[in-house]
């Protein structure tokens, strides 16, 4: 298949046959810099990501790929365009609705585990709906934990834990507030390489039988080939896509961008 030229928009059926999108972008520009400095990270991005899916994004260094995450995550805002994120536009939200819209609707896995050392897994994992004075759903819970293999460690504190195990914490807490979207920033970057696949096969588990939308920032090709789709970018815009990915032909159509 030829996996280096049209970006397809990737939408994922309804039982009505309506697409289902969870997360869209529409003339996506962000610059950083003046003048002669100026840098285009994202030059006129339109993309959009399917409900229930696990997408990879991948690209040379400078592509722009860490810039769309932030921007799509609202952890960035982009100098124009619009971002839609089921149903509701946030580009022209102020600090204290970026901020909300990121505790209640949002997931992030990141290579750094981010747990709170003097914390348990499980009062990591309930985090967020503690500082949001939300009840936990305990069945929820409880699934939760026992599709990522913690029920016997939520007693432990990290330093207890080993970095798969801490990761996996990292997963829980996203997935237990049920985000629109869970974005992963290099995920795996940390772990050796049996570590990480188990926790990619717990994400796209994750996508597979939770229904949860997975966006996944990540240099590795075997990483990406977890995903259901790949998306590339070169020079702040996208420069095609993969929909079968595997390490070999993410490989090659990185080669095609010019990354060894």
Known sequence: MDTSTDVIASTTPTSSGTPSTAISARGLVKTYGKGEAVVHALAGVDVDFAEGRFTAIMGPSGSGKSTLMHCLAGLDTADSGSIVLGGQEITGLNDTELTRLRRDRIGFVFQAFNLVPTLTAEQNIVLPLDLAGKPVDQAWMADVVGILGLTDRLK???????????????????????????????????????TGAEVLSLLRRSSREMGQTIIMVTHDPAAAAYADRVVLLADGQLAGEITDPTPDNVLASLAKLGVA
């Open 156 to 194: 432990h504190k990290p330093h207890q834990l080993s970095g798969g195990q801490q990761q996996r914490v990292a997963v829980a807490r996203a997935l237990l507030t049920r985000p629109d979207v869970v974005f992963g920033d290099e995920p795996t970057g940390n772990l050796d390489s049996a």
